[in-house]
C-alpha cells in the first residue's frame, strides 16, 4: 500500500501515476479512505517494489499481507 487517502480524485490520480510499477488501484477501505496499492506481487519482487517507491518519495509506502 502506498497511500491511504480521504479523496477519491487524487488516490485515484496517485494510482495512475504509480502504474509505472505495475498493477495500481484506488479502493475504497471502508473507512472513507481510498486505499492506493500496487500489485498483486511475489514477496521477492514486492520488497524491491517497495523500496523502489519509497525512493521516488512515496516514504510511507508499506508490504500489506
Known amino acids: 500500500q502506498v497511500a491511504a487517502l ?3 480524485g487524487r488516490a485515484r490520480a496517485l494510482a495512475s501515476v504509480l502504474g ?3 498493477p495500481a ?3 475504497p477501505s471502508g473507512t472513507g479512505l481510498w486505499r492506493v496499492r500496487i500489485g498483486p506481487l511475489g514477496a521477492a519482487e514486492a520488497s524491491t ?3 523502489d517507491v519509497r525512493a ?3 516514504t510511507d509506502a508499506r508490504l500489506v499481507p
Do not use: K
Request: avoid cysteine; aromatic fraction near 14%; charged fraction near 25%.
Open 25 to 27: 488501484a484506488a479502493s
Open 6 to 8: 480521504s479523496d477519491e
Open 20 to 22: 509505472d510499477y505495475g
Open 49 to 51: 517494489l517497495v523500496e
Open 56 to 58: 521516488a518519495g512515496y
